[in-house]
């Protein structure tokens, strides 16, 4: 069972290169994130979205931009690479759960290291 | 809006003493609360969750919290530390987001050493 997948693991871009980075999910959850974790200031939402063809901004959207086509997959994309957007990106993702709060429990990938010379 | 803080960015503590991580929320409405564990070049994994009912949530690994309205807290502990409780433990909040679903808003993090 691969869960959350993201790729790549680690990348280095050039100011202004632009770039997307890959999340897939094999567990039919509703529900994709996309977090960027910083040193010393947790983890910020950057996009969510809650179905296919149903996105919404996060608390840092900006200088990035997301889709989601399928259940399974929600691309993040970095159109004008800046240093500012060195950080480590997680991707999640969770489901439905009858007769329980909504999105107890986050499923997450391994993270995509990326730096932005 | 919901927010977490977890104070103290690193905690250290000798193998087999009591691990102590404090978490104080601010919410205006009844919080879901959470800790994540986050071991070295891997993503966040749920330790345990307070939704409603007992206030003393038992979670995975021995860690429990215990969710005290009165003191708005959610500090995580463990009797007894072992080495490979060392990570990165974030407590998070959950808030609706504009579509009614719940999304988790997270702590800065804190970094748990455990002095052989």
């Known amino acids: 069972n691969a869960g959350v997948t993201q790729t790549p693991k680690f990348r280095i871009l050039k100011i202004g290169q632009s770039m997307t980075l890959q999340c897939t999910q094999d567990m039919n959850h509703n529900y994709m994130y996309w977090y960027r974790q910083d040193p010393g200031m947790g983890l910020k939402l950057i996009y969510y979205s809650v179905g296919a063809g149903i996105t919404d901004k996060g608390e840092v959207p900006n200088g990035y931009n997301v889709s989601r086509s399928t259940t399974e997959d929600f691309p993040l994309r970095l159109e004008l690479a800046a240093p500012s957007q060195t950080s480590v990106y997680f991707c999640?993702?969770?489901?439905?759960?009858?007769?329980?709060?909504?999105?107890?429990?986050?499923?997450f990938g391994s993270g995509t290291q990326l730096s932005v010379l | 809006a919901q927010s977490v803080t977890q104070l103290g960015s690193h905690v250290s503590v000798s193998e087999g003493a009591l691990v102590l991580l404090r978490c104080n929320y601010s919410?205006?409405?009844?919080?879901?609360l959470f800790w994540y564990v986050q071991y070295p070049n891997q993503g966040l994994q749920l330790l345990l969750k307070y939704t409603t009912g007992a206030t003393l949530v038992k979670g995975i690994n021995g860690f429990e919290a215990e969710f005290k309205k009165s003191e708005t807290s959610f500090h995580l502990t463990k009797p007894s530390a072992h080495m490979s409780d060392a990570a990165e433990y974030f407590c998070a909040v959950s808030t609706k987001s504009n579509f009614g679903n719940e999304k988790l808003t997270f702590g800065t993090g804190t970094r748990l050493t455990i002095i052989p």
């Open positions: 919410s205006s409405v009844p919080p879901y």
């Open positions: 999640a993702s969770s489901s439905l759960r009858q007769g329980g709060p909504l999105n107890e429990k986050l499923f």
